[in-house]
């Protein structure tokens, strides 16, 4: 990664996007079919549906956050512009991930527990991302030499690595009202194969959305 100069990262970026959109259009209403014929759940109703949109956005809420900490390890260990450009691209797509979370989690818990928000330990831990994407984001605009900016960030972005095993171990860890892993859990999945395959098909679907979206505002980064 901080082998790569920015620009070069850019047009890369740019050469592949045309593909990207194309793909994610594709896997979007392939996904959207599956979701739309599948079997309304016995207990939930349509509302499990809502599964389809928070769980790919928790996972890449996560991802992202965890991609941002090693391009800050990696750019204070370097000096790699590459890095902290990737991290600055980045941010603002972790955070619209993390509130979108938050915000179809608390339409679902509120159809499924009968409340918008309980203070247990996975939504609280998830509402502390979504805080310190915030946090990241303003550091970075907050100093008028961008290097003083990325230092700062990437500091936070580090220290914030920690909340990312919380988030993920929090249900096993502690009583809480989310129900636990069903998908990355020893001894497999633990959803049917229907389920499964709409769950990962939207989460690609999303996945490449975000690498659109990420091209578009590292070259925006770039040429300013």
């Not at 959109?21 to 209403?29: D, G, R």
């Not at 900490?69 to 260990?77: K, R, T």
């Amino acid at each position: 990664m901080f082998a790569i100069t920015p620009n070069n990262l850019s047009k890369f970026l740019s050469y592949i996007s045309k593909y990207v959109v194309i793909l994610t259009i594709i896997l979007m209403c392939t996904s959207g079919v599956l979701i739309t014929l599948l079997e309304n759940d016995y207990y939930q109703g349509i509302s499990f549906k809502i599964m389809f949109i928070h769980v790919p956005a928790a996972w890449l809420s996560l991802l992202i956050f965890s991609i941002i900490g090693i391009s800050s390890i990696i750019g204070l260990v370097f000096k790699s512009p590459t890095s902290f450009t990737i991290s600055r691209a980045i941010s603002p797509i972790g955070l619209i991930m993390s509130i979108i979370v938050l915000f179809t989690g608390s339409v679902w818990g509120n159809l499924t527990w009968g409340t918008y928000w309980v203070w247990d330990a996975r939504l609280t831990s998830m509402l502390i991302l979504s805080f310190i994407y915030l946090g990241h984001i303003l550091l970075l605009n907050s100093f008028d030499h961008f290097q003083k900016a990325d230092f700062a960030a990437s500091i936070l972005a580090i220290i914030g690595l920690v909340n990312i095993p919380i988030v993920k171990f929090s249900v096993d860890w502690w009583t809480t009202l989310h129900q636990g892993s069903s998908v990355f859990k020893i001894g497999g999945p633990s959803i049917t194969s229907d389920y499964l395959i709409a769950l990962l098909l939207s989460f690609f679907a999303l996945f490449l959305l975000c690498i659109y979206w990420f091209s578009n505002i590292f070259y925006i980064i770039i040429e300013n």
